[in-house]
T-cell receptor
Framework: GAGVSQTPSNKVTEKGKYVELRCDPI?????LYWYRQSLGQGPEFLIY????????DSGLPNDRFFAVRPEGSVSTLKIQRTERGDSAVYLC???????????FGEGSRLTVL | GQQVMQIPQYQHVQEGEDFTTYCNSS?????IQWYKQRPGGHPVFLIQ?????EVKKQKRLTFQFGEAKKNSSLHITATQTTDVGTYFC??????????????FGKGTKLSVKP
């Protein structure tokens, strides 16, 4: 595709519900990243994939958060038992190589009521 | 954990004035990247600095990487209203020669009064 695509663009859910956020990276980009951005803050690293495997998931806040990239392209970030503190914009980015320029998607805005 | 500090948090300038934002890391960086995020938008890559003491220019923007690879700056000459947005530095930590993840600063929000 022309750019990184993220769906949904907006998600409103209730506390305790399960949420999935999808990211479709730029074709040919092997590295895929998930960041979380709260209002007035910089993007906070969550997890990074090189191919199908999670190369570094040290940024995931707790075990309610999980991400997969089964075929080395599309990735899904999964959040169980959502809490109000999970409300943020979840940004996905991809790069041609690890350490290269990040291309960000428009983000998925998650609101937990 | 590792942090990248960025100052100032906000900067209000008159159009035509210069603007500078500073980025500091407590640890040596492998490289540093700069991004711009327009209001309501997503971060967009501006530049990457890799070498100690490196200086790069893009039209009115000048980027510097410190000699110790722990600090960086972005300077905009003669700001225009199109420069409005938040500027983030993102440092790649150096783990014994291996590059770590990109850690973003909190950003400097620039507003330009016409």
């Amino acid at each position: 595709g022309a750019g990184v695509s993220q769906t949904p663009s907006n998600k409103v859910t209730e506390k305790g519900k399960y949420v999935e956020l999808r990211c479709d990276p730029i074709s040919g980009h092997t590295a895929l990243y998930w960041y979380r951005q709260s209002l007035g803050q910089g993007p906070e690293f969550l997890i990074y994939f090189q191919g199908t495997g999670a190369a570094d998931d040290s940024g995931l806040p707790n075990d309610r958060f999980f991400a997969v990239r089964p075929e080395g392209s599309v990735s899904t970030l999964k959040i169980q038992r959502t809490e109000r503190g999970d409300s943020a914009v979840y940004l996905c980015a991809s790069s041609f190589i690890w350490g290269g320029e990040l291309f960000f998607g428009e983000g998925s805005r998650l609101t937990v009521l | 954990g590792q942090q990248v500090m960025q100052i100032p948090q906000y900067q209000h300038v008159q159009e035509g004035e210069d603007f500078t934002t500073y980025c500091n890391s407590s640890t040596t960086l492998s490289n540093i990247q700069w991004y711009k995020q327009r209001p309501g938008g997503h971060p967009v890559f501006l530049i990457q600095l890799v070498k100690s003491g490196e200086v790069k220019k893009q039209k009115r923007l000048t980027f510097q990487f410190g000699e110790a690879k722990k600090n960086s700056s972005l300077h905009i000459t003669a700001t225009q209203t199109t420069d409005v947005g938040t500027y983030f530095c993102a440092g790649a930590m150096n783990y014994g020669g291996s590059q770590g993840n990109l850690i973003f600063g909190k950003g400097t929000k620039l507003s330009v009064k016409p």
